[in-house]
């Protein structure tokens, strides 16, 4: 998974679920993301994929850089 710097000054950074969701719709296609899910599932209805776990690896360390940034900044 590759994530320019672009992309990720685009994402919203106001809550980690909308930094998080923005950055899976700038990596995954929606068929993609229709197919898959975070820890994979198996149903009768349906069975998705998990995402790649190095892949999970690096959205946690986007989240963490950005999380820490923000407390860095905060203004007390």
Do not use: R, W
Request: overall charge neutral.
């Amino acid at each position: 998974m590759h994530v320019s710097d672009i992309t990720l000054l685009k994402c919203n950074k106001s809550t980690a679920q909308k930094f998080v969701n923005d950055l899976m719709i700038a990596t995954y296609s929606d068929e993609y993301m229709a197919s898959h899910t975070l820890g994979g599932t198996s149903s009768k209805e349906s069975q998705k994929a998990a995402l790649p776990a190095p892949d999970i690896q690096q959205i946690i360390g986007m989240l963490y850089l950005k999380l820490k940034a923000a407390m860095y900044f905060v203004d007390f």
